[in-house]
């Protein structure tokens, strides 16, 4: 069974801050891999929901005084719960208890997955308001992972039964349209047409393989294998690589690699941090991470960046969270935006 990477955080006062310039810091101008452009008609993040373990409520909520004197336990997963900022500079708005939150396209839905003592268990819908709450799968094992379709009519999912996981796609409904079979933490491609996810490897019990197949479950190819204990995938907005978070020169870095693998580039690093969840915009002028202590350290502190490609300098958007999913913004829409805040009423 794959990793299922999960990293507990230990109660405490102090919460990781990163200075607005992080140096040293490696990181290209941009990702391409091939003359095929970015989406240049998106540039701003509208909003932002993630996960955070619940003894941070006050950190996360903006509010109240911080739980003390919980520790986390080994053989169960700390609860967590979600929170949405929305605008992006608003305080942070609780949605629910859960992990691994997700955008619909048009950023009015969140799907995310419950769990159950150890293990996951079903996937849930909420309105972006918090309202509407309702259970989308009803299966006997767990389920988690979800990942709405670029079109937004089909939903990837992980399905979890024993050691093993295996991949189905479901319709707003709940119900099953077509299972992919084995793999997990899938993700559609800009164009809805391919699936990335990751496979255990075959000959050790660290690492996975990196796969893409179509989205129908067939020509399923592996583009490169990994022995890091935490990886984690996403897409080129231009679709023709995708970047993926690897231990394989230390600490946990950011490399972008073509859908052959055959190409593979470190984008970012930093050699006293660990960078996770590499999401790059869809304009192709920041990267989105997860930057924490080492996997190795006794307290485990995560924030969500973004690291602007050219300036090469990083701003905080979640002091402390993970598991994020962003609503990016079209530029004539926030032009749109701005010209109605502004406009005179009429006499």
């Keep these: 069974m794959e990793s299922m990477p999960h990293r507990s955080i230990v109660p405490r006062r102090s919460i990781l801050i990163l200075p607005a310039l992080l140096i040293p810091l490696v990181i290209s101008s941009s990702v391409s891999l091939s003359q095929q452009p970015a989406d240049a008609q998106h540039s701003t993040i509208q909003k932002i929901a993630y996960e955070a373990n619940w003894h941070y409520g006050a950190t996360a909520a903006g509010g109240g005084s911080q739980v003390e004197g919980v520790e986390s336990q080994a053989s169960q997963r700390a609860k967590s719960n ?10 942070p708005r609780w949605i629910d208890e859960g992990e691994y939150p997700t955008w619909s396209p048009d950023g009015s839905r969140l799907a995310y997955c419950t769990t159950v003592g150890t293990n996951y268990g079903q996937i849930r819908i909420v309105n972006a308001d918090g309202k509407g709450r309702h259970q989308l799968t009803h299966l006997k094992t767990g389920a988690c992972f979800p990942e709405w379709s670029p079109d937004g ?23 099953l349209l077509r299972a992919l079979g084995s793999g997990s933490e899938a993700h559609w491609s800009p164009d809805g047409k391919q699936l990335l996810f990751l496979r255990p490897l075959p000959h050790t019990k660290i690492g996975s393989g990196i796969w893409i197949m179509r989205a129908d479950g067939s020509d399923a190819k592996e583009i490169l294998e990994d022995g890091s204990r935490t990886v984690q995938t996403s897409w080129l907005p231009n679709g023709a690589g995708i970047l993926f978070s690897s231990e394989r020169e230390g600490l946990s ?3 972008a690699a073509d859908l052959e693998g055959k190409k593979i580039q470190k984008i970012s690093s930093n050699p006293s941090t660990s960078w996770f969840h590499p999401v790059e915009s869809p304009d192709a002028s920041s990267l989105i991470l997860e930057i924490g202590t080492p996997v190795d ?3 485990k502190e995560v924030s969500v960046m973004q690291v602007d490609s050219h300036a090469h300098t990083a701003k905080v958007l979640v002091a402390s969270g993970d598991h994020f999913s962003i609503v990016w913004q079209r530029k004539n829409e926030a032009g749109a935006q701005k010209a109605d805040k502004n ?3 009429a006499n």
């Design 82 to 91: 979600l929170y949405v900022k929305d605008p992006l500079e608003a305080k």
């Design 343 to 345: 406009r005179t009423p």
């Design 297 to 299: 350290s006794p307290v």
């Design 253 to 255: 870095a950011i490399f």
């Design 153 to 175: 009519k089909e939903i990837v999912i992980t399905l979890f039964e024993g050691t093993s996981t295996s991949l189905a796609i479901v319709d707003g409904d709940g119900t």
